[in-house]
């Protein structure tokens, strides 16, 4: 299975991968802010709404800036069943958001917080239905930060393994 091909939001024409001054927003918008398709258009809107919120924080436009904010906005999300909305077009551009700047930020910082990150992810689509496009990017969320962290941890890797095995075996759309 090849899991680079899982997401819609394929990393051509987004920032070169370990660019620290690159701008995700400005890239994304560069690259879909003209198409029709509903997914593209939120997208662009957390990317902008968070590029924003980086702006009046006085943060620095980077892929770690935009990795933080999207694992803070999605541990909001995850804070309780009020707040997590099924099928809520903001979790899937937030985890292609997540995704695309996974991609984008040093492996040592991976290591260190990808495994509580993956369980973030895991929380968020394990709470209630989510959209295929959702799961989707969150099952490439979850083998980014599988591949990056610390082969040693077992135990820590357990819960988001046995995420996304469950969902490459279900059969329903991704």
């Not at 990317?47 to 694992?71: D, M, T, W």
């Not at 903001?90 to 995704?99: E, H």
């Not at 700047?101 to 040093?106: A, E, G, K, L």
Request: charged letters at 20%; glycine letters at 6%; a negative charge.
């Amino acid at each position: 299975m090849d899991l680079n091909a899982m997401d819609a939001y394929e990393d051509d024409g987004f920032c070169l991968s370990g660019d620290a001054s690159c701008d995700l927003c400005e890239s994304i918008m560069t690259r879909y802010k003209n198409s029709s398709q509903e997914d593209h258009q939120h997208l662009c809107a957390v990317a902008g709404a968070i590029s924003q919120e980086l702006r009046e924080q006085k943060l620095p436009l980077s892929p770690i800036s935009y990795f933080g904010a999207a694992v803070s906005s999605l541990e909001r999300l995850a804070g309780g069943p009020s707040t997590l909305q099924s099928g809520d077009p903001a979790i899937a551009a937030l985890l292609n958001l997540l995704s695309v700047s996974i991609s984008r930020i040093s492996p040592a910082v991976l290591k260190s917080k990808g495994l509580s990150v993956a369980e973030v992810v895991v929380r968020v689509l394990g709470s209630s239905l989510q959209s295929p496009a959702a799961v989707k990017a969150g099952l490439k969320c979850v083998s980014q930060l599988l591949v990056a962290a610390d082969k040693v941890d077992w135990a820590g890797m357990a819960r988001p393994y046995g995420f996304l095995l469950t969902h490459v075996t279900d059969q329903r759309p991704k």
